[in-house]
T-cell receptor, first 113, second 113 residues
Framework: DAKTTQPTSMDCAEGRAANLPCNHSTISGNEYVYWYRQIHSQGPQYIIHGLKNNETNEMASLIITEDRKSSTLILPHATLRDTAVYYC??????????????FGTGTRLQVTL | KAGVTQTPRYLIKTRGQQVTLSCSPISGHRSVSWYQQTPGQGLQFLFEYFSETQRNKGNFPGRFSGRQFSNSRSEMNVSTLELGDSALYLCASMPTSLQETQYFGPGTRLLVL
């Protein structure tokens, strides 16, 4: 699986959009970009994933650059409850190894009043 | 649907003891994976069970074992506990072994004294 690089920490004011970047310059054509987050003392929570098209769900939007070397997770209206560590992962789909998730250090997002 | 549940949530043991942790996956999910999370090592894959069979295994010593029952509930056991086994143990479930999105439980926090 390709390696990802994320900023260590970010701050965001409540109500504003939180834009979390992720670099994955060695991504392969068959690798998806996944985002999870982990709120303190809880298990990781799936947010969104995509291959090359932008994706949106009730939690967030995922913007993947045309060359797929980077992506941005957007929380459109951050709240205090979005304070968490956000992990960007790239992995190949449908290989039978879906369970072997490897999280890097992630981005610690602090949402403030 | 109820989420992934893990019991107990907190546990204190002493070196040399053994411990059994339990995980109930989301109803209908047949794949259960176990992870160890520590501040120093991050999230590390232990093993995955699907239809009562171990499908994937991480790089942990034989003191770590698991099993899955016919109702998809899973247990993991750690024998001869060491101080370094103190960690958050997470269970995640998926509908099948080839799905990409894992749903995590809240974890069991184990402290070995």
């Amino acid at each position: 699986d390709a390696k990802t690089t994320q900023p260590t920490s970010m701050d965001c004011a409540e109500g504003r959009a939180a834009n979390l970047p992720c670099n994955h310059s060695t991504i392969s054509g068959n690798e998806y970009v996944y985002w999870y987050r982990q709120i303190h003392s809880q298990g990781p929570q799936y947010i969104i994933h995509g291959l090359k098209n932008n994706e949106t769900n009730e939690m967030a939007s995922l913007i993947i650059t045309e060359d797929r070397k980077s992506s941005t997770l957007i929380l459109p209206h951050a709240t205090l409850r979005d304070t968490a560590v956000y992990y960007c992962i790239v992995r190949v789909a449908n290989t039978g190894t879906a369970s072997k998730l490897t999280f890097g250090t992630g981005t610690r997002l602090q949402v403030t009043l | 649907k109820a989420g992934v549940t893990q019991t107990p949530r907190y546990l204190i043991k002493t070196r040399g003891q053994q411990v059994t942790l339990s995980c109930s996956p989301i109803s209908g999910h047949r794949s259960v994976s176990w992870y160890q999370q520590t501040p120093g090592q991050g999230l590390q894959f232990l093993f995955e069970y699907f239809s009562e069979t171990q499908r994937n295994k991480g790089n942990f010593p034989g003191r770590f074992s698991g099993r899955q029952f016919s109702n998809s509930r899973s247990e993991m056991n750690v024998s001869t506990l060491e101080l370094g086994d103190s960690a958050l143990y997470l269970c995640a479930s998926m509908p099948t072994s080839l799905q990409e999105t894992q749903y995590f439980g809240p974890g069991t926090r184990l402290l070995v004294l």
